[in-house]
């Protein structure tokens, strides 16, 4: 079955670098998303991204995060400048363009800062 | 995109049936019901999805009730592997489509 793979697994990085989160998505999908997890809370909604542009973004997606799709495989999110409150798991989905089907999430980034 | 309500938690025995309720009173007449799940910390994974009649796949069943405003997942002989949260989720079919996550129930399976 077709996945979608996020790499690495976990990031450990300093307050105040910049990392860089990368997603594979399935091949024949036009919609990618991102999200994130904080530990022992609810997954949020960051962005989506269609044709080669956000379609639409959350307040949480302030100046310091960037995505861009750099090949016609890869996914990035793009964290300028790390604070302490950015430790969460970051997923990563997609879905087709058509149909109703479900999204395809990633098996997630742990991200760390400290 | 409308609300979802869910009990924060729920346990079944094993090889029984696991019934989730979840109610959308405010679901428009184009927003689908989908169901995911959340197994420990990995991604969340699909389930099912329905407009207003009653599926059934592999994984599960899905019973939409005819005014819409509420709907029940059922696992139909639960092992200790469905034990995860289950997100119920009213999606709209608007602009980028993105899923809004509750808290969703905690699923507890027991042996």
């Known amino acids: 079955e077709p996945e979608v793979t996020q790499t690495p697994s976990h990031q450990v990085t300093q307050m105040g670098q910049e990392v860089i989160l990368r997603c594979v998505p399935i091949?024949?999908?036009?919609?990618f998303y991102w999200y994130r997890q904080i530990l022992g809370q609810k997954v949020e909604f960051l962005v989506s991204?269609?044709?080669?542009?956000?379609?639409?973004k959350s307040e949480i997606f302030d100046d310091q995060f960037s995505v861009e799709r750099p090949d016609g495989s890869n996914f990035t999110l793009k964290i300028r400048s790390t604070k302490l409150e950015d430790s969460a798991m970051y997923f990563c989905?997609?879905?087709?363009?058509?149909?109703?089907?479900?999204?395809?999430f990633g098996s997630g980034t742990r991200l760390t800062v400290v | 995109d409308a609300k979802t309500t869910q009990p924060p938690s729920m346990d079944c025995a094993e090889g029984r049936a696991a019934n989730l309720p979840c109610n959308h009173s405010?679901?428009?007449?184009?927003?689908?019901v989908y169901w995911y799940r959340q197994i420990h910390s990995q991604g969340p994974q699909y389930i099912i999805h329905?407009?207003?009649n009653n599926e059934t796949n592999e994984m599960a069943s899905l019973i939409i009730t005819e005014d819409r405003k509420s709907s029940t997942l059922i696992l139909p002989h639960a092992t200790l592997r469905d034990t995860a949260v289950y997100y119920c989720?009213?999606?709209?079919?608007?602009?980028?489509?993105?899923?809004?996550f509750g808290q969703g129930t905690r699923l507890t399976i027991n042996p």
């Open positions: 329905g407009l207003k």
């Open positions: 405010t679901i428009s007449g184009n927003e689908y």
């Open positions: 991204f269609y044709n080669n542009e956000i379609s639409e």
């Open positions: 989905a997609s879905r087709e363009i058509t149909g109703l089907g479900g999204y395809t």
């Open positions: 091949s024949n999908h036009l919609y």
């Open positions: 989720i009213v999606r709209s079919l608007q602009g980028a489509q993105k899923l809004v």
